[in-house]
């Protein structure tokens, strides 16, 4: 599953966006450049989304700063649909444009068509290093092994460090499906998860959030 980062400081379109797109995709939300600086410092994406006029940091700024950490695929999103602005847009390194306000349908096949090729990258937390290539983890260049359902419920809580996600949540995200009343196997899945990554580091990267659910705990 591709890594998603979406930069835009309207609130209510980037929750809609994170709504669509988590369906398909990881997805992570920034509503300034700062904030998103942050983000890409921690983790890496195959596909962010920026628009252009955001407080702090813009997108230029941002698409700039991206350019130099990271190989990625870059959406701009903008009502600024001037010629001058969209050549700036492809001249900082943008692979796509698309104008607001646009419907979710075909900003998912603007990054389909984008990331068809793309390489799904690794998660690294200091010794931890999560390969989502070869859908394989290692600590200290030792290897964790892991069941498919265990890996993808890492990955996916790795992808979005310090975001708690309730059980129904993750049982949507890994199953692709409702709950119905099925969280005890998520839970049980979390359990042994956690049972092994303690046994391979001392160090309990996935963390109970009382009444939330669980979240990755990149310090731990």
Known sequence: MLNILVVDDDKELLDGIKRELSVNYN??????????????????????????????INGYEFCRALRERMDCT????????????????????????????????????????RTSNAVRSELVYGD??????????????????????EYDLL????????????KEDLY???????SLDSTHTVQAHIFTLRKKLLEKTQKDYITT???K???FNPKA
Not at 131 to 148: A, M, Q, S
Not at 155 to 166: I, Q
Request: glycine share 6%; proline share 4%; with cysteine.
């Open 213 to 215: 659910g669980y979240f």
């Open 27 to 56: 997805v992570t939300t920034a509503d300034n450049g700062a904030v998103a600086l942050d983000i890409i410092e921690k983790q890496k994406f195959d596909c962010v989304l920026i628009d252009i006029v955001m407080p702090h």
């Open 172 to 178: 949507h995200q890994i199953w692709k499906q409702d």
């Open 155 to 166: 990955y996916f809580l790795a992808s979005h460090p310090d975001e708690p996600y309730s």
């Open 74 to 113: 870059i959406i701009f999103m903008s009502c600024l649909t001037e010629a001058e602005t969209v050549g700036k847009c492809f001249e900082l390194g943008a692979d796509d444009f698309i104008s607001k306000p646009f419907g979710f349908g075909e900003l998912k096949a603007r990054i389909n068509a």
């Open 209 to 211: 959030f009382w009444k």
């Open 128 to 149: 931890l290093v999560i390969d989502n290539v070869r859908n394989r983890v290692t600590y200290k260049k030792n290897p964790i092994v892991l069941t498919n359902i």
